[in-house]
Antibody
Framework: QVHLVQSGAEVKKPGASVIISCKTSGYAFTYFYMLWVRQAPGRGPECVGM????????TYTQGFQGRVTMTRDKSTSTVYMELSSLRSEDTAVYYCARGTLADWGQGSMVTVSS | DIQMTQSPSSLSASVGDTVTITCRASQGVGNDLGWFQQKPGTAPKRLIYSASILQSGVPSRFSGSGSGTDFTLTISSLQPEDFATYYC?????????FGQGTKVEIK
């Protein structure tokens, strides 16, 4: 059974960075892209970017380029997303999701507040 | 970016009704489209993939159709557990984009 388990909630000040982890199990880690999707309060989901766990190659949505970095650790089947220069508009639940979003993590709430 | 226009943004329906939600893409996406259900405080759940294929474990009252630019999600005989928000997603071209959502409420 596929499991995606994310790190916990974070509260950050504007300008800070946050790193969220997504530990996977139950499938071949390198076989499926992993996406990061965020959802601001009361809003619909939006894609932040994706990583190919086999190669580490990444694709980021234009609005996040320069502020987001996605990495993976094949030894622990874990992917990471770092978002820097945080602002209040980054307050959202961040999800990792496998492939064409068949499986999702439980979400990590990131609150940006002074 | 491909824009996904979903309608209606909300609807009220009764248990047992048939509900139809549509999604229109600003350019063709083939059948690279999924439908998701989301309940408050939880991650979206995929119901349909490749426009019309029912995700394993999802009740058969959910169905999807369409290809290219126009897609439909139909819920036949609405059940109490179906009251939720529904999103379409195109994954033909990055950035993958979601529709704005349709909130299905109890009449």
């Amino acid at each position: 059974q596929v499991h995606l388990v994310q790190s916990g909630a974070e509260v950050k000040k504007p300008g800070a960075s946050v790193i969220i982890s997504c530990k996977t199990s139950g499938y071949a880690f390198t076989y499926f892209y992993m996406l990061w999707v965020r959802q601001a309060p009361g809003r619909g989901p939006e894609c932040v970017g994706m990583i190919n766990p086999a190669t580490g190659a990444t694709t980021y949505t234009q609005g996040f380029q320069g502020r987001v970095t996605m990495t993976r650790d094949k030894s622990t089947s874990t992917v990471y997303m770092e978002l820097s220069s945080l602002r209040s508009e980054d307050t959202a639940v961040y999800y990792c999701a496998r492939g064409t979003l068949a499986d999702w993590g439980q979400g990590s709430m990131v609150t940006v507040s002074s | 970016d491909i824009q996904m226009t979903q309608s209606p943004s909300s609807l009220s329906a009764s248990v047992g009704d048939t509900v139809t939600i549509t999604c229109r893409a600003s350019q063709g996406v083939g059948n690279d489209l999924g439908w998701f259900q989301q309940k408050p405080g939880t991650a979206p759940k995929r119901l349909i993939y490749s426009a019309s294929i029912l995700q394993s474990g999802v009740p058969s009252r959910f169905s999807g159709s369409g290809s290219g630019t126009d897609f439909t999600l139909t819920i036949s005989s609405l059940q109490p557990e179906d009251f939720a928000t529904y999103y379409c997603l195109q994954h033909r071209t990055y950035p993958w984009t979601f529709g704005q959502g349709t909130k299905v409420e109890i009449k």
